[in-house]
């Protein structure tokens, strides 16, 4: 069974561009989150996804920060324009309802992740 | 409100005991995962509790007091590879999963 996908695995940037980040969860999970990890922190909840329906943006900074699944798989993170505040990883998860693996349901399996580098 | 404690750094030797201790407040309460994080690297699941009492999963274990909001996470016959952060993650209220910011421990032979 294939993972999370994310792309890119690594973006520099300057303060004040765009940046996109694309996530391809598990096949089958209804649930997709996107996550910002600032360096020696745990992940911070950006938005959570119910299929393509948004469950959770409450710490999304909507100002700059927006996300969408379209068609209820994939996902799209953008930020517009960039701060250096937003250098950090972005991490992509998914969940399902049903038990997998012998794990308790909704257990959230992790891409990879983006590391973003705002100069 | 919500607040998740662990402490920021452990090290141990290889072989060795260690346990990692995590107290929490959450609205509402529906389990509490662990997950390991390599430098580097993403989160993985290692246990869950929902039941108060003690998990056992090979070299690893996780125990759950609800009453307490306390649970501690562990980890026995220590190697180097075990060294990563672990994340303390309490699901509240929504079945909403917080995530702490993770004891980073660190073995030494």
């Known amino acids: 069974e294939a993972g999370v996908a994310q792309s890119p695995r690594y973006k520099i940037i300057e303060k004040r561009q765009s940046v996109a980040f694309w996530c391809n969860p598990i096949?089958?999970?209804?649930?997709l989150y996107w996550y910002q990890q600032i360096l020696g922190q745990g992940p911070k909840l950006l938005i959570q996804?119910?299929?393509?329906?948004?469950?959770?943006d409450s710490q999304l900074p909507k100002d700059r920060f927006s996300a969408e699944r379209l068609k209820g798989v994939d996902s799209t993170l953008k930020i517009q324009p960039a701060k250096l505040e937003d250098s950090a990883v972005y991490l992509c998860?998914?969940?399902?309802?049903?038990?997998?693996?012998?794990?308790?349901?909704?257990?959230?399996?992790f891409g990879p992740g983006t590391r973003l580098t705002v100069l | 409100g919500q607040n998740i404690d662990q402490p920021t750094e452990m090290t141990a030797t290889e072989g060795a005991i260690v346990q990692i201790n995590c107290t929490y407040q959450?609205?509402?309460?529906?389990?509490l995962f662990w997950y390991q994080q390599h430098a580097g690297e993403a989160p993985t699941f290692l246990s869950y509790?929902?039941?108060?009492g003690l998990e056992e999963k090979g070299r690893f274990s996780s125990f759950l007091s609800r009453s307490k909001g306390y649970s501690y996470l562990l980890l026995k016959e220590l190697q180097m590879k075990d060294s990563a952060s672990y994340l303390c993650?309490?699901?509240?209220?929504?079945?909403?999963?917080?995530f702490g910011a993770g004891t980073r421990l660190f073995v030494k032979a």
């Open positions: 998860a998914s969940s399902s309802h049903r038990v997998q693996r012998g794990e308790p349901t909704d257990t959230q399996y």
């Open positions: 993650a309490p699901r509240g209220g929504g079945f909403k999963t917080i």
């Open positions: 096949s089958g999970h209804a649930t």
């Open positions: 509790n929902v039941l108060d």
């Open positions: 996804f119910q299929n393509n329906g948004v469950v959770d």
């Open positions: 959450t609205s509402g309460f529906n389990g």
